[in-house]
DNA sequence: ATACTATTTAATAGACCTATTAATACGCAA
DNA sequence: TTGCGTATTAATAGGTCTATTAAATAGTAT
């Protein structure tokens, strides 16, 4: 067997396992096909993880959780809310792009995989609760300071998400819209960035 | 053969196969169950279609352009900018509605399917250009006249379409959000529909 | 009715996939 | 070295899927 890493095989296998996964879904990835990757035996696939289903799970089970809610954590800084703000907002974006393809992955299993959909809903479906919460006071300060409107947090975090994460589901897309500009992807995504900080700091205004 | 409505053969299969694609995306899709659906013979889905493949594209050809450029295009309406553009975002947003499960369809077709991919483009990536050109020539009359700040139509354009998009495609998650609040997704669509033209338009302001 | 075409079916070849089993190789402690 | 648990392999059962083929049926025009 070769593997190429010093990593155990069983790491190798969930690190072929999540790179097939995010490249070509759940559906498409064969436990053969991660194998020969490997460069192992497909039955060892099974061996380590039961089965194809339990190794999705393995995988993405921490990644599921930060993916939903990075962008409800509280940062510990002390800062003024807006500025606060503003740098969630660019954190969130900045992880998504280090996983930039796990967005689309997990939403389609979802969508199309009501099981996993349940799975995930029994897993993470009681966080956002209290962390919206916690957010809405926040904003209620703010308000009723005067320096923003009045805003619904929930919402609010939604329109970051769609923002924030559409830059990365729509990547093919965008690079047709911003065909004009002929720049590498890489300048498009920090235009993004920027755009969707402004676009959500801008709707704040009282 | 049992067919439901008194349509074609052919028709009764483009509407089953649309209806599971749409449900339970390409791979988990099988031709036996398009067949069975419609009650009819597998061999059918094939002496009329040749390919699940082809079937795929004869399904969805007209709807993927529509699904990307409904957005673009202009309405012949002779109304204010801002007020035709308040249209544009709300009948983006209701088509998408009607669509619903068309944005992640496509998007991981696109992101796992090379092939389907490069079809797309060739089918559809020169169109924004021209339009995108002309939104950004109605920008600069407004921005010349002070009503608006500068503004990229590429980039406005995308992210009117991240977030009509991304209510749909990310509906499991705007449940857990909207969890407060208790109110039937119905209603939660409608905010958010109003909520997007608000970012945008806010975006504006000089 | 006859002949010809379009539609539909049954049957199956040929791939590929998941998961299991039984046998083999390996590492290491006694 | 022997013995034992772990890791690995080959082989394959059993399933599903796509696509094709040849035969049967329905429909239609002459």
Request: net charge neutral.
């Amino acid at each position: 067997m070769i593997r190429t890493q010093n990593n155990t095989t069983e790491q190798c296998i969930m690190e072929a396992a999540e790179a097939l996964f995010l490249d070509k879904g759940y559906a498409r990835t064969s436990t053969i096909e991660i194998a020969r990757v490997v460069g192992c035996n497909q039955a060892l696939v099974h061996y380590y993880f039961r089965s194809k289903e339990n190794l999705f799970k393995q995988v993405f089970e921490n990644k599921i959780k930060s993916f939903c809610f990075s962008l409800l954590e509280i940062s510990e800084e002390d800062l003024p809310f807006k500025e606060k703000l503003e740098k969630r907002i660019g954190n969130h974006f900045d992880m998504l792009k280090v996983n930039s393809k796990l967005p689309i992955l997990l939403f389609n299993e979802v969508h199309t995989n009501q099981d996993l959909a349940r799975k995930i809903y029994a897993d993470v479906g009681h966080l956002p609760l209290s962390i919206i919460a916690r957010m809405q006071s926040e904003l209620d300060v703010e308000y009723e300071s005067g320096r923003i409107c009045k805003t619904d947090a929930a919402s609010l975090l939604f329109s970051i998400f769609s923002l924030n994460v559409m830059t990365f589901i729509g990547s093919p897309l965008l690079r047709l819209f911003a065909e004009n500009s002929k720049e590498p992807l890489d300048v498009i995504l920090e235009q993004r960035r920027a755009e969707n900080i402004r676009l959500i700091m801008n709707s704040l205004n009282p």
